[in-house]
């Protein structure tokens, strides 16, 4: 089984500063793992998703992320934000070995403020 | 991705009564999953819908109080069945097409029982 960690539930930032968003996992098997956003009264939007390869994934809107096996992190990153980013993010796992990796684990939520 | 048109967005309903939620995809899709989330909360996996067979339903959920179909690889329901107030709560459904791709949600029904 996988879980998630997100360390901070939320995370208030001035507009043009730059940002991390936490995430710590934990599998007994190989994984992939994915971060998404969720505006008001939305359904979840992709950003970003690790596969396999280069541990530094870029996405939409400026984010990028870089994933550490050995910290089991994939930490969320944008180096200027913009009030628009404002949202909840939402980090989530799943096992990438048959019979593991249909279901995505999430984790609980961190709110992104940006103020100006 | 596919995109999900997931109905009604929101509904107010009566408690002991019931709401079926849809979602329709606009192609074939390997696996759908139902989730709820609690207001200020993270997503919580109801069930795998399984195309033609009974979905399969994770640890605190049952098929009596929420009821799922899956005629074909386009479209689901969730029936939330007797509903109390703490079925109060946004229901998503998502798509994926299988191992190392990323899933896509409806828009979420947004349901309130009083």
């Known amino acids: 089984a996988q879980s998630v960690t997100q360390l901070d539930s939320q995370v208030p930032v001035f507009e043009e500063a730059p940002v991390e968003l936490r995430c710590n996992y934990s599998?007994?098997?190989?994984?992939?793992l994915f971060w998404y956003v969720q505006y008001p009264n939305q359904g979840l939007q992709l950003l970003l998703k690790y596969l396999s390869g280069s541990t530094l994934v870029k996405g939409i809107n400026g984010f990028e992320a870089e994933f550490n096996k050995s910290q089991t992190s994939f930490h969320l990153r944008k180096p200027s934000v913009h009030i628009s980013d404002t949202a909840e993010y939402f980090c989530?796992?799943?096992?990438?070995?048959?019979?593991?990796?249909?279901?995505?684990?999430f984790g609980t939520g961190t709110r992104l403020q940006v103020t100006l | 991705s596919a995109v999900i048109s997931q109905k009604p967005s929101r509904d107010i309903c009566q408690r002991g009564t019931s709401l079926t939620i849809q979602c329709q995809v606009d192609?074939?899709?390997?696996?759908m999953f139902w989730y709820r989330q609690q207001p200020g909360q993270s997503l919580t996996l109801i069930a795998t819908?399984?195309?033609?067979?009974?979905?399969?339903?994770e640890s605190g959920f049952v098929i009596d109080k929420f009821p799922i179909s899956r005629p074909n690889l386009t479209f689901s329901t969730l029936t939330v069945s007797n509903m109390s107030p703490e079925d109060s709560s946004i229901y998503l459904c998502s798509g994926r097409q299988g191992a190392g791709t990323e899933a896509f949600f409806g828009q979420g029904t947004r349901l309130t029982v009083v």
């Open positions: 599998s007994s098997v190989s994984v992939y």
């Open positions: 989530a796992v799943s096992g990438s070995y048959a019979g593991t990796a249909s279901k995505l684990t």
């Open positions: 819908a399984n195309q033609g067979s009974e979905a399969t339903y």
């Open positions: 192609s074939q899709v390997t696996m």
